[in-house]
């Protein structure tokens, strides 16, 4: 049933890529607006396919606790947790010269296209009581996302500074992207195919940036870097290694409470302030995170920016946790409808925040003026995002357990 789909999303990748190899070949440069454009709109295609899927789980989780319960959201907690093997597996891997950075980029997408397929039609095969096709594929997709984290930051640092952030813009949009698909009137079968060919159109944009040559011209050798991301004074701040080592931490520690901490303490938080608000306090920053991203590419934050903005995260994420021990009496937490719009512009402030930080952290870093640190830098960006996003998820679910 879903050959006509997947026909059509091939002969386009096909049309698009010969139509680009024709265009480049037939003329005797480049021009460098369309090969930035071009390169821009391919690197955020791409980092659609970081987390949508387990975003797009996440997204459907009222279909799939039909099936299994509401318990099946902790155990996909465990399952996608479990899955930060699989980084480490390829960096192991990787570090012995047996796995590259494009061989894990195509790895990853297949698994997420092949996992998304499986659940379209077995997640509601049951063993027992327990979903083991929805927990398998899942992990599939899991370990897929992990490693989509690691490989594509360390892909960009060859390419020229913007387009890092043009990938973590592409990323913020995977949420939303995947949050507007549910609710498309379909099965729940059919919206993990819609997930497979979003990944599909990812591999297509991967695909442009290793092979079209128009994408090609935007990479810098290893000896000379094409720098366009200036700061406030008009130059590219060279900056030093604790800078960096702080920029790297702030990624850690907003990825810690955007990606673990507030999604498992936000419907303890706000759900006592009626539906309505935990479905603005869901919706409204899925909106603005994207956005916040879109603004680091017109003006990124400095490094002072950077800090401030993580702290922002920091407060905001810490103010809705807070909320989970709050009696109803008095004060802030008292139910009203201010209160209420409060935990709203809380849970959107440490979202947007936590975009505007990661996007505007890794444009700094991709900017370093010195080719070996940039490629380090890169690397270990998504690192710490895998890291955060652990230690996040392990101190939400140590907060739930205390509340």
């Given amino acids: 049933d879903y050959v006509p789909s997947f026909h059509f999303v091939f002969l386009f990748v096909r049309d698009v890529s010969a139509a680009m190899e024709v265009s480049a070949a037939g003329s005797m440069g480049v021009d460098p607006f369309r090969s930035r454009v071009l390169t821009q709109v391919a690197f955020a295609v791409l980092g659609l396919s970081g987390w949508v899927t387990i975003n797009g789980l996440f997204a459907r989780l009222a279909d799939l606790s039909q099936l299994a319960g509401w318990g099946v959201s902790s155990q996909l907690t465990i399952v996608i947790q479990v899955a930060n093997i699989a980084p480490v597996i390829f960096l192991a891997l990787r570090a012995r010269g047996m796995a590259s950075v494009s061989g894990g980029m195509i790895a990853s997408l297949i698994m997420g296209v092949a996992s998304m397929l499986a659940l379209s039609w077995s997640w509601t095969v049951m063993i027992g009581k327990l979903p083991a096709a929805l927990l398998g594929f899942s992990f599939v997709a899991a370990c897929a996302d992990a490693m989509s984290t690691i490989t594509y930051y360390t892909f960009v640092a060859e390419f020229v500074a913007i387009h890092a952030v043009s990938l973590t813009v592409g990323e913020a949009f995977g949420t939303l992207v995947a949050g507007a698909l549910s609710y498309a009137p379909c099965s729940t079968s059919w919206y993990f195919v819609m997930l497979a060919i979003i990944l599909l159109f990812s591999a297509a944009a991967l695909v442009c940036l290793l092979k079209s040559p128009m994408c090609l011209a935007q990479r810098v050798s290893r000896d000379h870097q094409l720098v366009d991301l200036p700061n406030e004074s008009g130059e590219i701040s060279d900056g030093g290694e604790m800078q960096a080592m702080m920029c790297l931490g702030a990624i850690g520690l907003v990825c810690a409470y955007g990606n673990g901490v507030v999604p498992a303490v936000i419907t303890a938080s706000v759900q006592p302030y009626g539906?309505?608000?935990?479905?603005?306090?869901?919706?409204?920053?899925?909106?603005?995170?994207?956005?916040?991203?879109?603004?680091?590419?017109?003006?990124?934050?400095?490094?002072?920016?950077?800090?401030?903005?993580?702290?922002?995260?920091?407060?905001?994420?810490?103010?809705?946790?807070?909320?989970?021990?709050?009696?109803?009496?008095?004060?802030?937490?008292?139910?009203?409808?201010?209160?209420?719009?409060?935990?709203?512009?809380?849970?959107?402030?440490?979202?947007?925040c936590n975009s505007y930080t990661r996007a505007s952290a890794v444009a700094w870093l991709r900017a370093d003026v010195t080719s070996k640190r940039r490629d380090k830098h890169m690397s270990w960006v998504g690192v710490l995002m895998q890291v955060g996003s652990l230690t996040g998820a392990i101190t939400g679910a140590l907060i739930q357990a205390w509340s």
């Fill in 275 to 352: 539906d309505s608000a935990l479905h603005l306090a869901n919706v409204v920053p899925m909106v603005c995170e994207p956005l916040a991203a879109c603004v680091s590419l017109w003006k990124p934050a400095s490094y002072y920016g950077i800090l401030f903005c993580a702290l922002l995260t920091v407060v905001s994420g810490t103010y809705v946790v807070a909320l989970v021990w709050c009696e109803s009496s008095s004060g802030i937490c008292e139910r009203t409808s201010w209160n209420a719009g409060l935990a709203v512009v809380a849970c959107t402030l440490q979202r947007t």
